[in-house]
C-alpha cells in the first residue's frame, strides 16, 4: 500500500483526515496520532522536530510517498527543516506537506477589513509561522494572533460543554477582539477546535467569518497531485484506513469518533523505534 500519510500530534488531525476523504475518497490513508507525547503545543522547536521527524520515518517505512502533517504545531516547528535538511537525504522523492501555508495562500481572501484573527497553541503563536507566511501572499493584511492553552485539553477531556470550557472559550476570543475591532476573519488553527466551532462563534461579533482548516487543506491537497502527476501516480487508490497512536489504542478509538464522526480501530506504534 502507497498510502497518503497523515500525522498529528493526537486526535485532532482526524478533523483535517474526515475532510480529505470526504474530498478524496479512492486513496488510502494511514493515520498516527502521537498520542503519548501530545500535547505539542508547549514543547521546543528541538523537540517537535525530533518527534515530526521520528513519525515521517515511520511514514516512509509503512511505504507512504507523501504525508501530510496535520498538526499545526509540527508545521509550524518541524516541517521547513524536514524539507530543506532532512528529505533530500532521508528520500528525495518523498514529500511532506503541512497545513499552514495552504491556509495562509488562501486566508486573506476572506477578509473586507484586512483584519485577520488566529486562535491556536501557545507554540504555534510564538513561531509567527502565521504572520511570517501571511505576509508572503496577503502584505496588506494585519494578523492577530492569540493563544489558547486550555482548550486542547479541555476537548480531550470531554469538558468541552461545561460552565469551564465556556468560562475559557470566552477568555481567549475576548483577548483576541481586545486586540482589533477591525478583525472580521479569525482562523481556527488548530486542528481540536472545530469540536468548539459553535462556542467561539458565539463570543465573535455577529457577521465574523470563521474558517477552519480541514476543508481548506482538502482542497489544496486535491489541487497539488493534480499539479504533480509523477506523485500522484504513485498513490494506492483502494479506498482503505488505517489508524494507530503511540498510545493505548482503546482510548484513542473511544475518543477518535469525536473527531472523524465514525468509529475507528486502531494500532499501536513505538515511535521510539523509527530512528534508522
Known amino acids: 500500500m502507497n498510502a497518503i500519510g497523515v500525522f498529528d500530534s493526537g486526535y485532532g488531525g482526524l478533523t483535517v483526515l474526515k475532510e480529505i476523504v470526504k474530498g478524496l475518497p479512492q486513496y488510502d490513508y494511514v493515520y498516527l496520532g502521537d498520542n503519548a507525547r501530545a500535547p505539542y503545543g508547549n514543547r521546543s522547536f528541538e523537540t517537535v522536530y525530533q518527534y515530526t521527524l521520528q513519525a515521517v520515518k515511520?511514514?516512509?517505512?509503512?511505504?507512504?510517498?507523501?504525508?501530510?502533517?496535520?498538526?499545526?504545531?509540527?508545521?509550524?516547528?518541524?516541517?521547513?527543516?524536514?524539507?530543506?535538511?532532512?528529505?533530500?537525504?532521508?528520500?528525495?522523492?518523498?514529500?511532506?506537506?503541512?497545513?499552514?501555508?495552504?491556509?495562509?495562500?488562501?486566508?486573506?481572501?476572506?477578509?473586507?477589513?484586512?483584519?485577520?484573527?488566529?486562535?491556536?497553541?501557545?507554540?504555534?503563536?510564538?513561531?509567527?509561522?502565521?504572520?511570517?507566511?501571511?505576509?508572503?501572499?496577503?502584505?496588506?493584511?494585519?494578523?492577530?494572533?492569540?493563544?489558547?492553552?486550555?482548550?486542547?485539553?479541555?476537548?480531550?477531556?470531554?469538558?468541552?460543554?461545561?460552565?469551564?470550557?465556556?468560562?475559557?472559550i470566552k477568555k481567549y476570543v475576548d483577548q483576541l477582539k481586545a486586540q482589533s475591532s477591525e478583525i472580521d476573519t479569525v482562523l481556527l488553527a488548530c486542528t481540536h477546535y472545530p469540536l468548539i466551532f459553535d462556542q467561539i462563534q458565539n463570543e465573535l461579533p455577529a457577521g465574523t467569518k470563521l474558517l477552519s482548516q480541514g476543508s481548506i487543506v482538502a482542497g489544496s491537497l486535491a489541487d497539488y497531485l493534480n499539479r504533480h502527476p509523477e506523485m500522484e501516480c504513485r498513490l494506492s487508490q483502494s479506498g482503505a484506513r488505517q489508524f494507530y497512536t503511540t498510545d493505548d489504542p482503546g482510548d484513542f478509538n473511544r475518543h477518535a469518533s469525536l473527531f472523524y464522526g465514525e468509529g475507528v480501530g486502531a494500532g499501536h506504534v513505538d515511535l521510539t523505534r523509527a530512528i534508522h
Open 58 to 168: 515511520w511514514f516512509f517505512d509503512q511505504g507512504c510517498p507523501l504525508v501530510v502533517l496535520a498538526c499545526n504545531t509540527a508545521s509550524a516547528k518541524a516541517l521547513r527543516t524536514i524539507q530543506q535538511n532532512d528529505l533530500p537525504s532521508l528520500a528525495p522523492n518523498n514529500r511532506v506537506l503541512g497545513v499552514i501555508r495552504p491556509t495562509t495562500e488562501v486566508m486573506g481572501h476572506y477578509t473586507q477589513t484586512k483584519h485577520i484573527g488566529i486562535l491556536a497553541t501557545s507554540g504555534t503563536v510564538s513561531s509567527e509561522s502565521y504572520v511570517i507566511e501571511s505576509e508572503k501572499f496577503f502584505p496588506e493584511v494585519k494578523v492577530h494572533q492569540q493563544a489558547c492553552p486550555l482548550w486542547v485539553p479541555i476537548i480531550e477531556n470531554g469538558e468541552a460543554q461545561t460552565e469551564g470550557a465556556r468560562f475559557f
